[in-house]
């Protein structure tokens, strides 16, 4: 019965829905075969004043990025849509107080094809080839670098095909990231390491949109890369136009374990299960990590939060002993834009957290990160943040303050303390008293100012400087670093934590 929840929720609640344009929809898809299906795919870029809001309504589900924008016309076809634009990326960072930044810029050209075929295919492919310094300011997150000689080579693939054969379904492949939630920060699935392989299918109806998201992960080096793969369910359920709430679930494994050599696992792959009885049912002790998240939006202001839970035993909880294995973080943010005249503006305000030893398991292949970096928040676990936002705009002109203090617990006497989620939990040093800041303990304060310039209002094209200030609050000691350069606005390129 627990596998096939969703279609009972599909034949209960899908029949006679009314879409945002006053559109009558059946309760199958393909019902109604003159309506244009496909909307091109939204850039993964982070919220910017410029952004088109989203209207209020019981059928956008903005928290699962990037967001489909299907556009449903009657009897109007989109038709056939081609463009291909180059793509710059030019940087060059300079931190006079840190001596370990060896010739930090970054290089690469390439080039970026977007096209819409037939009103329901979406194909996006982006390249870009180039060389890096040696700083680890710049090293770029791509899914492909090697060395040659003395110089450090990457190629930066993004693609991403989308089908939507009707106004329900969605079916996505591609090399990219994908993104969930409202926050700067995601404690679900993030997008500031390297991107992966992924297949994905959306399925949306009534106030509904579920989503199953195959991932292809990998870790070691180009020499000795070890495969793992992570399978994610999420659904998303509006029961007011102003009011979201969501739910995720995803799992962690090896194709090779202990027992056998399984592959990407087939009952992972059944988009109607539960992973934590399936996990029981195979006997096996992959990683599963199951969430909550909710939004409230009024006007142009959103309030939102997220709750993650790895393990925990309630018991221990009560009795707020600091159990090394209640494992769980959370997220709290507010965010939104206003307007001056010509000038626009948006703001956030965010707090997240992660107790010690949340996303780590026995060893790498089944901890919650890909290729050195983790899937969730940038920072691991044993951390607390607060973090504020503004951003200003006006025409082709830009600026942004990112602005946060961070606390940190780290390793110390060899003993893992919950901090770096590639460390196994067994070498930790003690069962209880385990809480956020244990081990070394480290504050930060981050201050990152940037001014931008776009040139030409219809190319994706941005001319940026960048000041970073680091304040090491146990060193008493502060880090600055200037970085300039021009660059394509395709993703994300992160340099805030």
């Given at each position: 019965?627990?596998?096939?929840?969703?279609?009972?929720?599909?034949?209960?609640?899908?029949?006679?829905?009314?879409?945002?344009?006053?559109?009558?929809?059946?309760?199958?898809?393909?019902?109604?075969?003159?309506?244009?299906?496909?909307?091109?795919?939204?850039?993964?870029?982070?919220?910017?004043?410029?952004?088109?809001?989203?209207?209020?309504?019981?059928?956008?589900?903005?928290?699962?990025?990037?967001?489909?924008?299907?556009?449903?016309?009657?009897?109007?076809?989109?038709?056939?849509?081609h463009e291909l634009l180059g793509i710059v990326d030019l940087n060059y960072f300079n931190a006079p107080s840190t001596a370990q930044e060896n010739n930090p810029y970054r290089?690469?050209?390439?080039?970026?094809?977007?096209?819409?075929?037939?009103?329901?295919?979406?194909?996006?492919?982006?390249?870009?080839?180039?060389?890096?310094?040696?700083?680890?300011?710049?090293?770029?997150?791509?899914?492909?670098?090697?060395?040659?000689?003395?110089?450090?080579?990457?190629?930066?693939?993004?693609?991403r095909v989308s089908f939507t054969p009707n106004h329900i379904f969605n079916f996505q492949v591609g090399l990219d990231h994908n993104f969930i939630g409202e926050g700067s920060?995601?404690?679900?699935?993030?997008?500031?390491?390297?991107?992966?392989?992924?297949?994905?299918?959306?399925?949306?109806?009534?106030?509904?949109?579920?989503?199953?998201?195959?991932?292809?992960?990998?870790?070691?080096?180009?020499?000795?890369?070890?495969?793992?793969?992570?399978?994610?369910?999420?659904?998303?359920?509006?029961?007011?136009?102003?009011?979201?709430?969501?739910?995720?679930?995803?799992?962690?494994?090896?194709?090779?374990?202990?027992?056998?050599?399984?592959?990407?696992?087939?009952?992972?792959?059944?988009?109607?299960?539960?992973?934590?009885?399936?996990?029981?049912?195979?006997?096996?002790?992959?990683?599963?990590?199951?969430?909550?998240?909710?939004?409230?939006?009024?006007?142009?202001?959103?309030?939102?939060?997220?709750?993650?839970?790895?393990?925990?035993?309630?018991?221990?909880?009560?009795?707020?002993?600091?159990?090394?294995?209640?494992?769980?973080?959370?997220?709290?943010?507010?965010?939104?834009?206003?307007?001056?005249?010509?000038?626009?503006?948006?703001?956030?305000?965010?707090?997240?957290?992660?107790?010690?030893?949340?996303?780590?398991?026995?060893?790498?292949?089944?901890?919650?990160?890909?290729?050195?970096?983790?899937?969730?928040?940038?920072?691991?676990?044993?951390?607390?943040?607060?973090?504020?936002?503004?951003?200003?705009?006006?025409?082709?002109?830009?600026?942004?303050?990112?602005?946060?203090?961070?606390?940190?617990?780290?390793?110390?006497?060899?003993?893992?303390?919950?901090?770096?989620?590639?460390?196994?939990?067994?070498?930790?040093?003690?069962?209880?008293?385990?809480?956020?800041?244990?081990?070394?303990?480290?504050?930060?304060?981050?201050?990152?100012?940037?001014?931008?310039?776009?040139?030409?209002?219809?190319?994706?094209?941005?001319?940026?400087?960048?000041?970073?200030?680091?304040?090491?609050?146990?060193?008493?000691?502060?880090?600055?670093?200037?970085?300039?350069?021009?660059?394509?606005?395709?993703?994300?390129?992160?340099?805030?934590?």
């Amino acid at each position: 019965m627990v596998r096939y929840w969703y279609i009972l929720l599909l034949m209960a609640f899908g029949a006679n829905a009314q879409d945002s344009n006053g559109l009558r929809i059946s309760k199958f898809p393909g019902s109604n075969p003159k309506i244009s299906n496909q909307g091109k795919v939204a850039l993964l870029f982070e919220d910017l004043p410029t952004d088109e809001l989203e209207n209020l309504s019981v059928k956008r589900h903005t928290s699962l990025k990037p967001i489909i924008r299907q556009a449903l016309r009657p009897y109007q076809k989109v038709g056939e849509k081609h463009e291909l634009l180059g793509i710059v990326d030019l940087n060059y960072f300079n931190a006079p107080s840190t001596a370990q930044e060896n010739n930090p810029y970054r290089t690469g050209v390439g080039l970026l094809y977007e096209g819409n075929y037939n009103n329901n295919l979406y194909v996006r492919c982006a390249a870009t080839q180039g060389i890096f310094g040696t700083g680890s300011g710049y090293q770029p997150k791509s899914y492909f670098t090697w060395r040659s000689g003395k110089t450090n080579l990457y190629t930066d693939v993004r693609s991403r095909v989308s089908f939507t054969p009707n106004h329900i379904f969605n079916f996505q492949v591609g090399l990219d990231h994908n993104f969930i939630g409202e926050g700067s920060r995601s404690m679900f699935l993030n997008d500031y390491g390297k991107p992966y392989p992924f297949g994905m299918a959306r399925a949306r109806f009534w106030r509904l949109e579920y989503s199953v998201l195959y991932q292809f992960l990998r870790e070691g080096t180009h020499q000795n890369w070890n495969g793992k793969f992570a399978s994610s369910h999420h659904i998303s359920f509006n029961p007011a136009p102003w009011f979201n709430i969501g739910l995720f679930e995803s799992v962690v494994f090896e194709p090779k374990d202990t027992l056998l050599n399984r592959g990407f696992d087939a009952e992972y792959l059944n988009p109607f299960v539960f992973y934590r009885p399936q996990e029981y049912s195979l006997g096996s002790s992959d990683n599963v990590l199951i969430g909550i998240e909710a939004s409230v939006k009024w006007k142009r202001h959103t309030a939102y939060f997220q709750f993650i839970l790895d393990e925990f035993l309630l018991a221990e909880i009560r009795a707020k002993n600091g159990w090394w294995a209640n494992k769980f973080g959370g997220q709290l943010g507010i965010k939104g834009r206003f307007k001056k005249g010509q000038h626009l503006f948006f703001y956030r305000l965010e707090s997240n957290f992660a107790r010690p030893f949340t996303y780590s398991h026995l060893q790498n292949g089944l901890n919650y990160g890909n290729q050195g970096v983790p899937l969730a928040h940038i920072y691991g676990a044993n951390f607390a943040e607060v973090l504020v936002e503004l951003k200003w705009n006006r025409k082709k002109f830009g600026a942004k303050l990112f602005a946060n203090y961070s606390l940190h617990g780290s390793d110390k006497n060899d003993f893992n303390y919950g901090a770096d989620i590639y460390q196994p939990y067994i070498n930790r040093p003690y069962e209880f008293g385990h809480f956020i800041g244990n081990g070394i303990q480290k504050n930060f304060a981050r201050v990152q100012l940037t001014a931008n310039y776009i040139p030409w209002k219809s190319y994706p094209v941005q001319v940026f400087a960048e000041n970073l200030f680091l304040y090491n609050v146990q060193e008493a000691k502060t880090y600055t670093a200037i970085v300039i350069g021009i660059r394509s606005q395709l993703w994300n390129d992160y340099r805030n934590y």
